[in-house]
């Protein structure tokens, strides 16, 4: 079955550091790939999306690009912020006929100033 | 932001009390679901809807219905609530068209703590 790992938190980064969180995903057929953010007290917001093999999906500074060859969205931003602070969210969607998204575990990163 | 919201917000129950939850939405989107949220599990499905009067079960549905009634109204019912569904409870919304299904949009969640 469809299913998403992403590594293990907490991440704690000084402000201005390079953040990288890793996903990977097991899928039939063609997954769009999703990146969710969880700020403290606060639903899940869409913050990117790639929908084919190839795709760099990029918001507020931060991009994931979908690695058909090595099963991978891993989420990259060149520089953090204490703002960024929050729960991350790497999730699949086949769509072969689905509309239920598969989540991963979550990774929580803390920015220190 | 998507208009969904939740209610109540926070909810204390005692066990083997019913609960329910209100999820609405006014985009008018056919999907709803009902996820929980736990430490070390993610987001788990419940149950969802593809139209009024169309559910079905989701990862973890033992112990939950579900009823939609109208487009915009999903509820989630513990019929007798135990500490192990002590969570916070979120709703989503989606959308599809001409086969191709768009993401899903979170409401804030309603915490609920089962005494």
């Known amino acids: 079955g469809n299913s998403v790992t992403q590594m293990e938190g907490p991440v704690t980064l000084s402000e201005e550091a390079f953040l990288t969180i890793n996903c990977t995903y097991t899928a039939t057929g063609y997954p769009s790939l999703f990146w969710y953010v969880q700020y403290p007290g606060e639903g899940l917001q869409l913050l990117l999306k790639a929908t084919k093999a190839d795709d760099k999906g990029s918001n507020k500074g931060f991009e994931a690009t979908y690695r058909k060859e090595t099963t991978s969205f891993h989420l990259e931003k060149g520089s953090v912020q204490v703002s960024d602070s929050a729960v991350y969210f790497c999730?699949?969607?086949?769509?072969?006929?689905?509309?239920?998204?598969?989540f991963g575990a979550g990774t929580r990163l803390f920015v220190k100033a | 932001d998507a208009g969904i919201t939740q209610s109540p917000r926070h909810k204390v129950t005692e066990t083997g009390t019913p609960v329910t939850l209100r999820c609405h939405q006014t985009e008018n989107h056919r999907y709803m679901y009902w996820y929980r949220q736990d430490p070390g599990h993610g987001l788990r499905l419940i149950h969802y809807s593809y139209g009024v009067k169309d559910t079905d079960k989701g990862e973890v549905s033992d112990g939950y219905s579900v009823s939609r009634s109208k487009t915009e109204d999903f509820l989630l019912t513990l019929e007798s609530a135990t500490s192990s569904q002590t969570s916070v409870y979120f709703c989503a919304i989606s959308e599809s068209s001409l086969g191709q299904f768009y993401e899903q949009y979170f409401g804030p969640g309603t915490r609920l703590t089962v005494t």
């Open positions: 999730a699949l969607r086949d769509n072969t006929g689905g509309f239920k998204t598969i």
